[in-house]
């Protein structure tokens, strides 16, 4: 009975792996890299508007500014003013993130205190 091995030998296993290329230093030190050109721009800038109402109290209103939009109490108070007068107001001007966190976080503290507040943001 004749044993034949299963497996190569080990040196025609060394013969049979891919020949590898050298490459000299200077041959990569030469190599140009293209630049892909990003053009980056500025994120869109969005309105927060507030709109009057008959039942929301004044006082709610320049605290909602103070709180989430962090306007002083002159500040607050001006801009309720104005959206009491002229049924609406800017309240400020936001990247798109910043304005749909505060008019949600405006809003949800109005609904809590079961007031009908309105606000809005719409792009610039």
Do not use: C, W
Request: overall charge negative.
């Amino acid at each position: 009975m004749e044993v034949r091995e299963v497996t190569p030998p080990l040196t025609s296993l060394l013969l049979e792996l891919p020949k590898v290329e050298k490459i000299n230093m200077a041959q990569e030190q030469t190599a140009i890299r293209e630049r892909q050109k990003t053009r980056l721009r500025e994120p869109g800038r969005y309105v927060v508007m507030m709109f009057n109402d008959d039942f929301t109290p004044m006082d709610f209103v320049v605290d909602i500014l103070e709180t989430v939009f962090f306007k002083s109490a002159e500040e607050a108070e001006s801009i309720m003013l104005k959206v009491h007068r002229e049924e609406k107001a800017v309240v400020g001007i936001y990247s798109y993130d910043i304005a749909k966190s505060k008019v949600e976080k405006a809003m949800e503290q109005a609904r809590s205190q079961k007031y009908p507040l309105k606000l809005t943001y719409m792009p610039e």
